[in-house]
């Protein structure tokens, strides 16, 4: 079955179901059930700027204070640790735009590179604070996961994609979607957030059977 993930590269809880979700596939696979996994775009800020803004600020204006913002920071902080990542918070100077990212991700996905270039996103932002809305950034990854960089390069000197990746992620805010991450099998909306790995695959597991025991449907999204 196909489960599609509806991500935005800057949210740290997206990051955290990833890993979840990656321990939740294995569980099962050793059950006999394989999925294939495709990242779909939501952008957490869809009217930020094109170059992005300084992290402080944007915090700031979301949430009241900065110090309210470390408060949030730090439980995120602890719940990535939970899950055996590690996000430096102190490197992020930078909350991009992340249209140019989504765009990236999805010309990962004919190569089979979607879930690879996703990881190295996270890493990139989380761990190094890298400006994910620069676009030498963005090839570095794809270069980083075996894209060919000159390609890569080329391709977010355009617009192509932008138009599809907006249409898109209006389309799943229209279908209910208010949040990421959120998962979804075979068209039919699961759950959002960065559900616990026994509990993911629990969750999974079940819908998958009931899935495969009705009749076909019309799909959710």
């Known amino acids: ?3 599609d993930v509806l991500s935005d590269p800057i949210c740290p809880w997206c990051h955290i179901g990833r890993r979840h979700m ?21 952008q957490l800020n869809p009217d930020m700027p094109v170059g992005g803004m300084p992290r402080e600020d ?14 949030l920071d730090a439980q995120v902080a602890a719940a990535a640790a939970a899950a055996g990542l590690t996000i430096n ?22 190569a089979g590179l979607q879930d690879e270039v996703v990881g190295r996103l996270f890493e990139d932002y989380f ?22 960089r000159p390609a890569v390069a080329e391709y977010l000197s355009g617009d ?23 998962f979804v099998l ?12 026994p509990a993911f695959a629990e969750r999974l597991g079940r819908a998958c059977r009931i899935l495969e025991a009705r009749q076909p449907s019309d799909a959710l999204l």
């Open 1 to 3: 079955m196909r489960l």
């Open 22 to 42: 990656q321990a939740a596939l294995a569980e099962l696979a050793g059950q006999g059930m394989r999925f294939t996994v495709a990242w779909r775009p939501f």
């Open 58 to 71: 944007y915090r700031r204006a979301k949430f009241g204070s900065l110090e309210r913002s470390r408060e």
């Open 89 to 110: 918070f102190a490197a992020m100077r930078r909350t991009p735009n992340t249209l140019a990212a989504h765009r990236l991700i999805r010309f990962a996905g004919p």
């Open 127 to 148: 761990v190094n604070g890298r400006d994910l809305g620069n676009p030498a950034v963005l090839a570095d990854a794809a270069a980083a996961c075996g894209l060919d």
């Open 160 to 182: 192509t994609g932008s138009a599809e990746i907006r249409s898109e992620d209006q389309a799943l805010r229209s279908a209910g979607v208010q949040g990421v991450p959120t």
């Open 186 to 197: 075979d068209d039919h909306m699961l759950f959002s957030g960065a559900v616990a790995a």
